[in-house]
């Protein structure tokens, strides 16, 4: 049963950088997309990222396009999202999900998600 853990949140300045890892077990991550998504208190859910299973796709939200960057390394069985230039308004739990193969749009399309890790940027 694929599991799914975040990791690498943390409080950074207004125009810092941090890197977030998703990190999968049971079972390898090569036959799944993964998506980054965030939410903030009182908003919805938002997706920020995605990443097909080759790796081969990536798609952004514009909010973040141009300060973000998705990768993976299916060896180590692991999703990265860098995060540079960071806003205030990136602020929020960051989730990672997978679903089979290809990205789509809407939390809804993904079946396992991690439990989340907290980026709060602020000066």
């Known amino acids: 049963q694929l599991q799914l853990v975040e990791s690498g949140g943390g409080l950074v300045q207004p125009g810092g950088s941090l890197s977030l890892s998703c990190a999968a077990s049971?079972?390898?991550?090569?036959?799944?997309?993964i998506g980054w998504f965030r939410q903030a208190p009182g908003k919805e859910r938002e997706g920020v990222s995605c990443?097909?299973?080759?790796?081969?796709?990536?798609q952004y939200a514009d909010s973040v396009k141009g300060r973000f960057t998705i990768s993976r390394d299916n060896a180590k069985n692991t999703v990265y999202l860098q995060m540079n230039s960071l806003k205030p308004e990136d602020t929020a739990v960051y989730y990672c999900?997978?679903?089979?193969?290809?990205?789509?749009?809407?939390?809804?399309?993904?079946?396992?998600w991690g439990q989340g890790t907290q980026v709060t940027v602020s000066s």
């Open positions: 999900a997978a679903r089979g193969y290809y990205c789509l749009v809407g939390a809804s399309r993904f079946d396992t």
């Open positions: 049971g079972v390898t991550l090569d036959s799944y997309a």
């Open positions: 990443i097909s299973s080759s790796g081969g796709r990536t």
